[in-house]
């Protein structure tokens, strides 16, 4: 199955938000993609954070399991589209990854803020952002 792919800058918050969000949403069924997530700058094996679990459960996700990991050719070549939190992380990919621009994207509108070192509420508005977006594309991609 081909993947989506969801790209921020340490895949410790926003990205596995999103991937977390798009599989609670139906969007793997709906859309035969596999949700994945990775980050531009990152160690691999980082858990999710502590606030970003805690506002993707009170929205229907579990991403308590979640570890990141640094996007690379592989996790590239694997994914049929690439949705970037921002218009930095899309630039930035593009510039590592010119091959990736057909199927690179914003996932939303406007940039999604970094909520890292944010209190919880930072996380959540974070979290209502992306799942908003993520809801859009399922029912762009399903259609």
Not at 81 to 97: G, K, S, V
Request: aromatic fraction near 10%.
């Amino acid at each position: 199955m081909a993947t989506i792919l969801f790209i921020c800058t340490g895949n410790t918050c926003r990205s596995p938000m999103a991937e977390g969000f798009f599989r609670c949403q139906g969007g793997e069924e709906r859309t035969k993609l596999t949700a994945a997530s990775a980050g531009l700058y990152t160690t691999g094996g980082m858990p999710a954070s502590e606030f970003a679990v805690t506002a993707a459960r009170e929205r229907g996700a579990d991403i308590s399991a979640h570890r990141s990991q640094m996007l690379n050719e592989e996790v590239l070549n694997n994914a049929k589209y690439i949705f970037c939190m921002t218009a930095a992380h899309y630039d930035c990919l593009l510039e590592q990854y010119p091959q990736a621009k057909e199927k690179a994207y914003l996932l939303a509108d406007e940039d999604i803020a970094d909520p890292f070192g944010g209190n919880l509420m930072t996380y959540r508005s974070a979290a209502d952002e992306i799942y908003e977006a993520v809801r859009t594309i399922i029912s762009k991609l399903a259609a």
